[in-house]
């Protein structure tokens, strides 16, 4: 991992989470979610009838450069634990990375009943910011999605992001990436200062996860 710069964050808004959607975030690579009724037109029967295929879902690939030793497909497990925030809720964002040459895909494995265990609550946030022209995140434009129990992520190559943030509980992903084992594979830029996002909102916090935070 190859940490390119240090760069300071400018006097920002608080950024809000917003709904994961295909849509909101194709700028930024692939939002995957299971599929619903209204996706059948695009299934294929399967496995003698008994399943349905929904095929190329999100692009896994890879460029590396010629000059670079050969790469290969790697599958990871990362097991997650949530993000500790203050009393305020808001995580502060100290490190974007991209990876120049490779997709990368987060699919959780398995949620602890601790995260997302209410109806429409979020598991985990993704959090990405475009690339501006000179070749660095723009962090004026950072972005925060959150994202649903049965929905995964690619980011697309090049595409900044944060570390991955989950939310209340545990969550294991298993991470697909291309790999070379050298710096290429991950690039870093530290953001001095932090972009506050929120991941919860104050009113929502007992008062026992309040007085933990304090201490």
């Excluded at 490190?95 to 490779?102: D, V």
């Excluded at 999605?145 to 209340?168: D, E, I, K, N, S």
């Excluded at 008062?207 to 201490?215: D, G, I, P, T």
């Amino acid at each position: 991992m190859a940490i390119l710069k240090t760069i300071t964050a400018p006097s920002l808004p608080v950024v809000r989470l917003e709904p994961f959607t295909p849509s909101a975030f194709a700028p930024f690579g692939t939002c995957i979610q299971t599929p619903t009724t209204s996706d059948s037109t695009s299934a294929i029967a399967a496995n003698q009838g008994s399943a349905a295929k929904f095929p190329s879902i999100s692009p896994i690939a890879h460029r590396y450069r010629a000059s670079s030793p050969a790469a290969e497909q790697k599958m990871h497990i990362f097991s997650c634990q949530p993000r500790q925030l203050p009393v305020s809720g808001v995580f502060a964002v100290e490190i974007l990375e991209r990876h120049p040459f490779t997709t990368q895909t987060f699919v959780p494995l398995s949620v602890d009943e601790a995260s997302g265990k209410g109806e429409g609550e979020a598991c985990f946030a993704v959090i990405v910011a475009p690339t501006r022209e000179d070749g660095w995140p723009d962090l004026a434009a950072l972005r925060a999605f959150a994202a649903l129990p049965g929905q995964a992520v690619t980011y697309a190559m090049g595409t900044w992001h944060a570390p991955m943030v989950v939310l209340r509980g545990r969550v294991e992903f298993v991470v697909l990436v291309a790999e070379n084992g050298t710096d290429e594979d991950c690039e870093e830029v530290i953001v001095d200062g932090g972009v506050g996002v929120k991941l919860v909102e104050e009113g929502n916090w007992g008062l026992w996860e309040k007085e933990k935070a304090r201490l």
